[in-house]
């Protein structure tokens, strides 16, 4: 029992640093939307307020389109350098997009020259998440002791919804301290000033912190680790991450990004009560991730994700228009928690789920770029679909489709195998779990 302890202590701390890293970048990426409503009108000439959101979300959409190369290039650092390098090189590049976000000119004064600076800051951006999913995935559920998978590398969307969480009270700290015009004007460029000088604190975290056993302990010789041509010898596998994430990154954005928009655009609400509804609705999710990953040590990954699937199959439809006529505060927040308690089942564990699919040697290859692939398709066009939607005066489409990718993944998560027990030490071989620690979750 007494080496036990500390070897918790160690799991414990690259958790923290892997997560308080990984809440930066999301902070970082997500402020973009949160605040768009206030900047778009910064970068683009007077029209249409949709057209403009348009606008500023297929910009959004763009860096989605980066995130496949991030993917490709971060992911083979991770396998080829170590998780840290990876890590420390994501958090660089959010750094330097967070400022060139901070600096863009606006269109009075450079024309379209903003949008420019804005479109390269977003590419920066994509680049730079499209390593940090891989490469935290795979560095909290290396570092978590067996076992305890699943409720380790929960704090990943723990971190993520943190870094969105904090987004948002900062703009709702800024809505009752600016002026409307104020923030308009100049306020909105504040969370990108706050982003990057936040980024340099976790990079010099990052290091600093403690490279995972798995790799330390995995083939570094191996010629062709981190490589496509390992990837394409694990096919099956990165199909399966492109399919069970199509449905979950699309419900994922949908009630996360894309919400606070709705609840103003569509809905009725003032941006002060769907910025608030939001803040709170993250709240409650933020805290069901843990919970929900810990479930999942114990009954396995695929019925938390069949329950999610099911659900969102079922349920989209009838939330979303419920939520179009909410009316106020209450009624939209419960019925906002609602739909993302039925998204925790794949936020909870869909990073674990995706890393114990492959060996340590394309482990973050693996994850990052099919998982990049996917949101680059669905995520991060959701906003953009949803809105194009609306423009088109058949809003309740989207309702459909977002049911419609849940469905599809609703097939995959029925027919894949169970993930919980594999040796992430090994080649991808099935093994009991090792008991960790004193407090570590029974496995059943």
């Known amino acids: 029992?007494?080496?036990?302890?500390?070897?918790t202590a160690q799991h414990w701390k690259k958790i923290w640093i892997g997560s308080a890293g990984n809440m930066v970048e999301w902070f970082d990426w997500f402020v973009y939307a949160s605040f768009a409503t206030y900047f778009a009108g910064s970068f683009f000439p007077d029209g249409n307020d949709t057209a403009k959101l348009m606008n500023t979300a297929g910009i959004f959409a763009v860096g989605f389109f980066m995130r496949p190369v991030g993917g490709w290039l971060l992911g083979r650092v991770g396998d080829r350098r170590g998780r840290k390098a990876a890590l420390t090189l994501t958090v660089t590049l959010m750094s330097a997009s967070a400022v060139l976000i901070a600096v863009a000119p606006t269109y009075g004064v450079a024309g379209y020259g903003g949008v420019a600076v804005l479109l390269v800051a977003r590419l920066l951006q994509g680049?730079?998440?499209?390593?940090?999913?891989a490469a935290s995935a795979t560095y909290l559920?290396?570092?978590s002791a067996p076992g305890r998978r699943g409720f380790a590398s929960s704090f990943q969307y723990v971190s993520m919804t943190a870094g969105q969480i904090l987004g948002l009270g900062l703009l709702i700290t800024l809505q009752h301290t600016l002026s409307k015009d104020q923030l308009h004007a100049w306020g909105w460029r504040i969370p990108f000033v706050v982003g990057a000088l936040g980024a340099a604190v976790i990079f010099y975290l990052r290091r600093n912190m403690l490279e995972t056993e798995a790799y330390e302990e995995s083939d570094a010789a191996a010629a062709d680790r981190g490589t496509i041509r390992a990837l394409l010898r694990h096919r099956r596998e990165a199909f399966l991450v492109v399919a069970l994430t199509m449905g979950g990154t699309?419900?994922?954005y949908t009630y996360t990004t894309y919400l606070t928009k709705y609840l103003s655009n569509s809905a009725g609400l003032s941006k002060q009560t769907a910025t608030l509804v939001s803040f709170f609705a993250l709240i409650v999710f933020a805290a069901l991730q843990p919970l929900a990953g810990a479930l999942s040590d114990r009954i396995g990954r695929r019925p938390l994700l069949i329950t999610f699937a099911a659900g969102s199959t079922l349920l989209?439809?009838?939330i979303m228009a419920l939520l179009k006529h909410a009316g106020s505060f209450w009624p939209a927040l419960g019925l906002s928690v609602l739909a993302l308690l039925i998204v925790t089942g794949y936020t909870s564990i869909n990073a674990c789920v995706k890393a114990e699919l492959f060996p340590t040697?394309?482990?973050?290859?693996?994850?990052?770029?099919p998982y990049a692939l996917a949101n680059a398709a669905f995520g991060g066009t959701a906003e953009y679909v949803a809105l194009w939607f609306k423009n088109s005066g058949i809003e309740s489409g989207f309702s459909w489709y977002v049911a419609g990718c849940a469905a599809v993944s609703l097939v995959v998560?029925?027919?894949m195998r169970e993930t919980r027990d594999i040796d992430l030490k090994g080649t991808g071989r099935r093994a009991a779990p090792e008991p960790a620690a004193d407090d570590a979750v029974p496995t059943s």
């Open 1 to 7: 029992m007494g080496q036990a302890q500390p070897h």
């Open 361 to 369: 040697g394309v482990r973050s290859l693996g994850v990052a770029l």
């Open 141 to 143: 559920t290396e570092a």
């Open 413 to 415: 998560y029925l027919t």
């Open 127 to 133: 680049l730079s998440v499209g390593g940090e999913y």
């Open 316 to 318: 989209t439809v009838p």
């Open 250 to 252: 699309v419900a994922y």
